[in-house]
């Protein structure tokens, strides 16, 4: 999971009628990012997580800031 966000870069634009900074193109982030939030909870239930579980509670933390 942590080698697919290496590469991700946000691309911003000015909202119109502000001028504000907002996010775009965003829809293959959203979608890798609730990817990964689902796969992080299912191993925070996986009998075999003792080794990894303060990895897995950290990078779940990280990905619902």
Do not use: C, P
């Amino acid at each position: 999971m942590k080698s697919k966000w290496e590469g991700v870069e946000f691309t911003f634009g000015s909202h119109e009628a502000t001028g504000s900074f907002i996010l775009k193109e965003v829809e293959d982030i959203t979608n890798q990012l609730d990817e990964h939030i689902i796969q992080t909870q299912t191993m925070q239930f996986s009998s075999f997580k003792k080794v990894f579980e303060e990895e897995i509670q950290q990078w779940n933390d990280k990905l619902r800031m």
